[in-house]
């Protein structure tokens, strides 16, 4: 899908307090944050997950997070907590993706890439995908492991 400047916009017309919208000096419309952060959001596996891009001491980097679930309880089985716990320790190893448990006893899912200098909205989709996919097998077996819910934290 190929999207062309929208021509019949002008600065004057775009509150400059909705920083998400800039016309640029060639008069196409450019959708971001001035300071060139974006925020997006996805739902994959039954999961919502959002992502977005922050400054760090070198660079760019982007987070992404997924609420999973609550740990399971000993009561709905020993061997169901035993196994979810492993996943969640197995996913340790991975570089830059983790499942993690919170202090509240919620299992979620992490992850941080640092971005290029020059990086594009495009760069910061790839890298939400690398860190999914990094995180997918594990969290393929947590999620078959896991008792079903329906309710949220």
């Known amino acids: 899908m190929n999207l062309k400047a929208i021509p019949l916009l002008s600065a004057q017309r775009i509150s400059e307090a909705d920083s998400r919208l800039q016309v640029n000096t060639n008069q196409a419309l450019q959708i971001g944050r001035l300071d060139r952060q974006i925020e997006f959001a996805f739902r994959l596996m039954g999961l919502s997950f959002t992502a977005n891009t922050r400054p760090a001491d070198n660079g760019t980097v982007l987070q992404l997070s997924a609420e999973v679930g609550p740990v399971p ?11 979810a716990l492993s996943i969640i320790e197995s996913a340790q190893m991975l570089p830059e993706a983790r499942l993690v448990i919170s202090r509240s006893r919620w299992i979620y899912v992490i992850g941080k890439s640092a971005l290029s200098e020059d990086w ?34």
């Open 73 to 83: 309880y000993s009561a709905e089985g020993v061997g169901t907590r035993r196994s």
């Open 120 to 153: 594009s909205a495009a760069d910061a989709i790839s890298a939400s995908t690398r860190l999914v996919l990094q995180v997918k097998p594990h969290l393929t077996m947590l999620l078959e492991v896991l008792p079903c819910r329906h309710s949220h934290h």
